[in-house]
């Protein structure tokens, strides 16, 4: 089946450091989201790309959809404490609804 | 802001018991979704519903899982006889439309087969 693969599954970093996670679909995607789970919680959207090339920031966060929109990325400029929890890609494919088939997720901790 | 809530936020249950959890989406949204996060694993799409219908459902949504929205609020996922491996978080979905939609996510449930 259709599969989003992320890594890494893990990232440990100082607080003030950059973090970046990475998705990859062997098929064009449709659309791209990424959602934001802190432990013990729910995922929460964060945005969703749609156009191939697409850059959308917020804040410190930079998402990047790639040309062939097979690729996404979701950087972090100078993490902080709050931004602690596992960030999941989630992409669409076409012909395939609504449903969303999520990445393995990256945990992110930040030491202070 | 809106939210959608769900119902146990935890449910212990013994193999082979039917177990019903409960949604209410968000009020004004035409689509829901049931997924599941097994512990430390990644969230995984178990169904869609639109119309009253299922749209679309995986594989691990078998013969023993069902869902309905028996009224105008409440959409629920049963499954008729757990097994030890239905342990997981249940979470519930709405969204507007499709496609390009938002999906929302209420707070899960948690589901412990003993």
């Known amino acids: 089946g259709q599969q989003v693969m992320q890594i890494p599954q893990y990232q440990h970093v100082q607080e003030g450091e950059d973090f970046t996670t990475y998705c990859n679909s062997s098929?064009?995607?449709?659309?791209i989201q990424w959602y934001k789970q802190r432990p013990g919680g729910h995922p929460v959207f964060l945005i969703q790309?749609?156009?191939?090339?697409e850059v959308k920031k917020q804040k410190r966060l930079t998402f990047q959809f790639g040309e062939a929109k097979k690729n996404s990325s979701l950087h972090i400029t100078a993490t902080q404490t709050t931004d602690v929890g596992t960030y999941f890609c989630?992409?669409?494919?076409?012909?395939?609804?609504?449903?969303?088939?999520f990445g393995q997720g990256t945990e992110l901790s930040v030491k202070p | 802001e809106p939210e959608v809530t769900q119902t146990p936020s935890h449910q212990v249950t013994q193999m082979g018991q039917e177990v019903i959890l409960r949604c209410v989406p968000i009020?004004?949204?035409?689509?829901f979704y049931w997924y599941r996060q097994i512990l430390g694993q990644k969230v995984e799409f178990l169904v869609s519903?639109?119309?009253?219908?299922?749209?679309?459902k995986s594989e691990i949504f078998d013969d023993q899982f069902s869902v309905e929205r028996p009224d105008g609020s409440n959409f629920t996922l049963k499954i008729r006889s757990t097994k030890l491996e239905d342990s997981a978080m249940y979470f519930c979905?709405?969204?507007?439309?499709?496609?390009?939609?938002?999906?929302?996510f209420g707070p899960g449930t948690r589901l412990t087969v003993t």
């Open positions: 979905a709405s969204s507007e439309g499709v496609g390009l939609y938002e999906q929302y």
């Open positions: 098929t064009t995607l449709s659309n």
């Open positions: 790309l749609v156009k191939s090339g």
């Open positions: 989630a992409g669409r494919f076409y012909n395939q609804g609504g449903k969303l088939i």
């Open positions: 009020s004004n949204h035409l689509y």
């Open positions: 519903f639109y119309n009253n219908e299922i749209s679309e």
